[in-house]
């Protein structure tokens, strides 16, 4: 028996207050709790950072960004046309429904903002469910009238579902989604030039050598060997994703494909970026947003992983929680991971820079990925 009744509700608040690749991973969730309450308006509240791929998401009502005030407080910037507005009338009727879709720990004050939105009932994610939030969010489970307990090591997009069903929804385990529009596509394809679609019958590979992390960045020099064999065997163009940080990555890779590259950091949003993804191929990034981006855009898309095989399953870094989600085409991504820990890391890498994921092998890489793009696109050759 579901603990409210979702097509019934008049207002709901999702706090989805973490980075872009978890905002794209609920997109499942927010296609779900729409179906299931299609009467609700519903609120979504994001970080900035994440608001050019919330601003169009066409399963909410409205979307702000709350952001700490000096001295206290919280200030909310509207993020699309009347989100403010709605939801100061939500709040002052008080939302029926909170929910924080955030299975480990909390770090940007999901669940203080749900506690504080006046909703009758608050739902989410035990404190209990991974050590860290255990750790970092102790006592947050009496913010919930709803703090569920799903078993560990499962996909976040099942977590999330698992989320809909304790609601008495119908759990989503389809596609992600991303919505683009035809300005983003244009910019994109302006920014690719030549480079955009198959030119000269020549496929575009978008490769994204960042990661929140060092210890998550498969090293430069290897990187580019492998989309050198990658971009030599499939004939194609390339075109480097990323932030300012990554500009010595994406020159390590121009230097490796001279006249064949295309510098693209910090040139893109993030659905500027998605639709530079979607004129591609292939993907090859590291277990960040990237992936997720071009799994949204139905890329095939190749991941370098620091966590080894054996590892934990439910680690903050583990592909099975945070692979691409291909809505049951697992053929058409590929997680590239250390055979083993390198000591003295054990159930996962621990060191502050490149330690475990240096380990896989740049010829093995490439190999594994020129079978990935014949699988699923045909482009070898």
């Not at 006592?139 to 090591?153: E, N, V």
């Not at 890329?299 to 870094?317: E, L, Q, T």
Request: hydrophobic residues 50%.
């Amino acid at each position: 028996m579901s603990v409210c009744d979702l097509a019934s509700v008049r207002s709901i608040l999702v706090v989805k207050l973490d980075e872009a690749g978890d905002f794209v991973m609920a997109t499942p969730f927010l296609r779900g709790l729409r179906a299931a309450a299609p009467q609700a308006r519903i609120l979504l509240a994001v970080r900035e950072a994440v608001a050019d791929l919330a601003l169009t998401c066409r399963w909410v009502d409205g979307v702000v960004a709350p952001r700490p005030k000096e001295g206290g407080g919280i200030d909310f910037r509207g993020i699309t046309l009347d989100g403010l507005k709605l939801f100061a009338e939500c709040y002052r009727a008080g939302f029926d429904l909170a929910l924080v879709p955030r299975y480990d720990f909390d770090r940007h004050g999901a669940t203080t903002l749900a506690a504080n939105s006046r909703a009758r009932l608050v739902a989410g994610f035990s404190e209990r469910v991974t050590p860290w939030k255990a750790e970092g969010n102790q006592g947050f489970d009496r913010a919930y009238g709803l703090a569920l307990t799903p078993p560990p090591g499962r996909h976040e997009v099942e977590q999330n579902a698992a989320l809909l069903e304790a609601l008495g929804a119908r759990p989503d385990l389809g596609p992600l989604e991303l919505t683009l529009t035809a300005e983003d596509r244009e910019e994109a394809r302006r920014l690719l030039g030549m480079f955009a679609g198959p030119a000269n019958g020549r496929p575009l590979i978008a490769v994204a050598p960042g990661a929140a992390g060092p210890r998550r960045a498969y090293p430069a020099e290897r990187l580019a060997a492998v989309v050198s064999a990658v971009a030599a065997g499939l004939n194609a163009w390339v075109a480097v994703l990323g932030t300012v940080e990554e500009r010595p990555a994406a020159g390590a890779l121009l230097a490796a494909l001279p006249g064949r590259a295309i510098d693209l950091t910090d040139a893109t949003p993030l659905r500027v970026a998605t639709a530079v993804m979607a004129e591609a191929a292939l993907a090859i990034t590291m277990d960040s947003a990237p992936a997720h981006l071009a799994a949204a855009m139905g890329v095939p898309v190749a991941v370098f992983s620091c966590h080894p095989v054996g590892g934990d399953p439910n680690h903050i870094h583990a592909p099975e929680r945070f692979r691409p989600w291909t809505g049951g085409r697992e053929e058409r991504a590929l997680v590239l991971r250390p055979e083993a820990a390198v000591p003295a890391c054990t159930v996962s890498c621990l060191a502050a820079d490149a330690h475990c994921i240096a380990t896989i092998d740049p010829a093995d890489a490439a190999r594994r990925i020129l079978d990935l793009a014949a699988a699923t696109r045909g482009m070898a050759g």
